[in-house]
């Protein structure tokens, strides 16, 4: 049973950085896409970032030119930078990898808390 190991979060003041990262327990063929999603309490889980294997990314209009995902296609591991923390950053944040076509697969993280606040 595969499971994603996600580490990083945290309690940090406004204007803070934490760096969020998400390996697979085990190994498994290279996902075509990783990303991180979150979900703040009452809300819906809502993506955040992703990066496709050949390093194309994309990112929610809330967090671009704040938030930086890249990846570690040897590691097979996901990484999100996040800098100048809002308070309404704060929230779970998931990762996800996925895989389509032979072998596919859809794994998620157990989440990891971040919270913004002074």
């Known amino acids: 049973q595969v499971q994603l190991v996600e580490s990083g979060g945290g309690l940090v003041q406004p204007g803070g950085s934490l760096r969020l990262s998400c390996a697979a327990s085990?190994?498994?063929?290279?996902?075509?896409?990783m990303g991180w999603y979150r979900q703040a309490p009452g809300k819906q889980r809502e993506l955040v970032a992703h990066i496709t294997s050949g390093g194309s990314t994309n990112y929610a209009d809330s967090v671009k030119g704040r938030f930086t995902i890249s990846r570690d296609n040897a590691k097979n591991t996901v990484y999100l930078q996040m800098n100048s923390l809002k308070p309404e950053d704060t929230a779970v944040y998931y990762c996800?990898?996925?895989?389509?076509?032979?072998?596919?697969?859809?794994?998620w993280g157990q989440g990891t808390q971040v919270t913004v606040s002074s």
């Open positions: 085990s190994s498994i063929f290279r996902p075509d896409l």
């Open positions: 996800n990898l996925q895989k389509w076509g032979t072998w596919a697969y859809d794994y």
